[in-house]
């Protein structure tokens, strides 16, 4: 991979110089899910497949972009003195948004770059192709500008802070640190009420990954993610009227059915329910596993779904369509929505000997239900972001 994208760096922006190579991960989230920015658990893990970024520091300002995955838009181009966000940038405002973070942390980025990226995720299917973006145009930026006393858990919470105020979307800080500490064959079991966080393997026992991308297209942008956000921030307010916590991650599910009247909104009293319980069933899966109880993690999984389906309501008929169907397959030990919903992927434990037949019967399902076709991908969880030797 390396050396057929440092060929195209080179005949497109030539061959001088001092040219490196950085990677940044995709994620998928196993369990925790819109759990992120109420203070709960999250429990996602690294891709072996993300980002690739051949990279190159300029004596000037200027800023050149390539990705091969859009390449119909051609070498697009701007400067250090752009810096701010533009729709018609496209793509670039994520690396953009990054550099536009440095500068305002106080780390100067004082000459352009030009970069090369390519990427081996579906785009926009909910397995963080962007904050994969952001990952590695910071891995590149510490490492070309000597900002080495920049931890990954900086440049994770970099990713956010460019998520949040420069492209707009209020995103949790789950995606950047999955893809900023993902280690092979491990989960991240994180707290992000304190960014606490433990490494739990990934024991299977003869059964894998695999991702179902529904090839619905959505930004979160323009979905309902913000709003739910705010749905949360409004039920968390009723409820320390009667109760004095910070946030919704710290209710068990009693001292919620306690509180829950406090909450004005039918619907806010909803959201708030998932984001409770679905914290509580974060925890409940991680001990699960650790137990070995892999059917166990799979109820949890399936409750997840529930969940997120019937009081979150992010789900949608695709990803309904992708879980149902996977439901009744042989060989499923769980399966649910991963990511913010609303179209995207969803993860299933599925027995080795069964993932052939389960692609077959799911695939088949969801092009006659839905009218297009859903892809398919066996995944390995590997390293978080950064120089690719
Ligand atoms: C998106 C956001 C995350 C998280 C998930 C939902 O992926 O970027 O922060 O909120 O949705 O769990």
Known sequence: MREVLMKKFKELFGGEGDIRAYFAPGRVNLIGEHTDYNGGHVFPCALTIGTYMIARRRTDRTLRFYSMNFEDKGVMTSSLDELYYDKAADWTNYPKGIM????????????????????????????????????????????????????????????????????GVNCGIMDQFAIAMGKKDQAIFLDTSDLSYTYAPVKLDGARIVIACSNKKRGLGDSKYNERRSECEEALADIRKVKNIENLGQLTEEEFEAVKDAIRRPVCVRRAKHAVYEN??????????????????????????????????????????????????????????????????TVSIVKT?????????????????????????????????????
């Open 100 to 167: 536009w973070t440095f500068n305002e942390k106080g780390l100067e980025v004082s000459n352009g770059v030009d970069m090369l990226l390519f990427g081996n995720i579906p785009n926009g299917s909910g397995l963080s192709s962007s904050a994969s973006v952001e990952l590695v145009t910071g891995v590149m930026l510490r490492d070309m500008f000597g900002y080495e006393k920049l931890s990954m858990i900086d440049l994770a919470l970099y990713g956010q802070y460019s998520e949040n105020k420069f492209n």
């Open 280 to 345: 509580q069933r974060t925890v409940k899966a991680v001990t699960a596993l650790k137990n070995n109880d892999i059917a166990q993690f799979g109820q949890l999984m399936n409750a997840s779904h529930v969940s997120l389906r019937d009081d979150y309501e992010v789900t949608g008929i695709e990803l309904d369509t992708l879980v149902e169907e996977a439901w009744q397959c042989d060989g499923v030990i769980g399966s649910r929505m991963t990511g913010a919903g609303f179209g995207g992927c």
């Open 353 to 389: 000997e069964a993932i052939d037949a389960f692609i077959e019967k799911v695939g088949a399902a969801y092009k006659e239900k839905i009218g297009y076709a859903a892809d398919f991908y066996v995944v390995d969880i590997g390293d978080g972001a950064g120089i690719l030797a």
